[in-house]
């Protein structure tokens, strides 16, 4: 994992996110205690990615600035509430999602091969966090998607 | 228009189920509509913090609450969601639990079929559920139940001021088929209005 859990609890506590809605996976669970244990927002747990994109809906209409954490499979099975949420309502939510065998260039998952057409079809613009050096990407992306107000994603290679 | 289904079960004519929780709800509570409900509540009140979440996801309607729920804890979150939404969103019930948004009351339209899709059934339509004893087993402090109006409108606000989480199982007739064509107000709008509502 390109981060660990408290450098990527820093990278969310200097955006000055409020709630992370999310369902983990192997890669992303790893970063459970410290997010559970981050004094500066909280971590909410939902049964299925797509109840995830209309709590976060909800979170910013009164007045929080969450994101959303899953997985590539989360994404695609979320596609619905995605749309309703950011081109219905135009909310611009953030999301880090973990791209699923994104470092294994022999992998035949489809996970992998559909992230990003996928990302494209929704007409999403996202940033690709592949390697060390990218890492101050995340913060610079998504603090440029707050600050711009429109949604973004973090496409982050597991 | 004649709002009987072949599908349908008998229930509390949805206008007068709404009506009794509109006299109910405080003047500085969130009520969130979905589908059907999103529909006729514009019908029977007009208030500041309203939200008709449609168009919409399905099963949407109680994690968007939430959110609401959770931003805003000085407040009481009403969610109207009907069964077919529920259906989709089961788990919805469990993550209500799991945020700990004691603010938030669903209530329940059970018609027994997809309304706005002209009737159909749903995949529960001839089973029978038991939603009170869903809520219940996912934890919520107070469920109750309710299958006519006289009840209804005798225990609403007893049921409003009880221990939250609530939720609310109502059966209910479909919507009038005229009340379906309720042109509603834009969703920018009442993004606009309601975060100024609530002080966003």
Same mark, same amino acid.
């Given at each position: 994992?390109?981060? @660990?859990?408290?450098?990527?609890? @820093?990278?969310?506590?200097?955006?000055?996110?409020?709630?992370?809605?999310?369902?983990?996976?192997? @890669?992303?669970?790893?970063w459970e205690s410290a997010l559970e244990e981050s004094p500066g927002f909280d971590l909410l747990r939902v049964c299925r990615e797509g109840e995830a994109w209309p709590l976060a809906a909800g979170l910013m209409v009164g007045g929080k600035t969450p994101i959303l954490m899953m997985q590539t499979t989360g994404l695609f099975e979320s596609g619905d509430a995605l749309r309703n949420i950011v081109f219905d309502l135009k909310l611009p939510v953030i999301a880090i999602i973990g791209a699923r065998n994104w470092m294994n260039p022999d992998s035949q998952d489809t996970a992998k091969?559909?992230?990003?057409?996928?990302?494209?079809?929704?007409?999403l613009e996202y940033q690709i966090v592949e390697d060390p050096s990218d890492k101050p990407k995340v913060a610079e992306w998504l603090g440029r998607c707050l600050k711009m107000n429109k949604p973004g994603i973090v496409l982050l290679a597991e | 228009m004649d709002s009987s289904n072949s599908n349908s079960q008998?229930?509390?004519?949805?206008?007068? /189920?709404?009506?009794?929780?509109a006299?109910?709800?405080?003047?500085?509570?969130?009520?969130i509509t979905n589908q059907g409900s999103s529909r006729v509540w514009p019908l029977i009140a007009q208030h500041p913090l309203d939200f008709h979440l449609n168009p919409s996801t399905m099963g949407g309607a109680i994690p968007f %609450?939430? %959110?609401? +729920?959770? +931003?805003?804890?000085?407040?009481e979150v009403i969610v109207l969601t009907?069964?077919?939404?529920?259906?989709?969103?089961?788990?919805?019930?469990? $993550?209500?639990? /799991? /945020?700990?948004?004691?603010?938030? $009351?669903?209530?329940?339209?059970?018609?027994?079929?997809?309304d706005v899709t002209g009737g159909q059934k749903t995949a529960a339509s001839d089973l029978k559920n038991d939603y009170?004893?869903? +809520?219940?087993?996912?934890? !919520?402090?107070?469920?109750?139940? !309710?299958?006519?109006?006289?009840?209804? $409108?005798?225990?609403?606000t007893r049921f409003l001021q009880s221990q939250g989480p609530r939720f609310a199982w109502l059966q209910v007739d479909p919507a009038l088929a005229d009340d379906m064509k309720t042109i509603q107000e834009p969703m920018d709008e009442q993004l606009s209005r309601i975060g100024h509502e609530l002080g966003c």
């Open positions: 994992m390109l981060f @660990s859990g408290e450098e990527i609890v @820093s990278v969310l506590t200097d955006l000055g996110i409020t709630h992370v809605v999310w369902i983990p996976d192997t @890669s992303l669970g790893l091969t559909f992230a990003e057409p996928i990302l494209q079809a929704w007409g | 008998a229930g509390m004519p949805l206008r007068s /189920a709404l009506s009794v929780l006299n109910a709800r405080q003047a500085e509570d969130v009520v %609450g939430v %959110g609401i +729920a959770l +931003a805003q804890p000085q407040r009907g069964d077919g939404s529920l259906l989709m969103s089961m788990g919805s019930l469990v $993550t209500v639990m /799991a /945020a700990g948004c004691n603010n938030l $009351t669903i209530v329940l339209l059970d018609n027994n079929i997809y009170h004893g869903l +809520a219940r087993s996912v934890g !919520f402090p107070t469920v109750d139940s !309710f299958n006519d109006l006289a009840g209804w $409108t005798e225990g609403v």
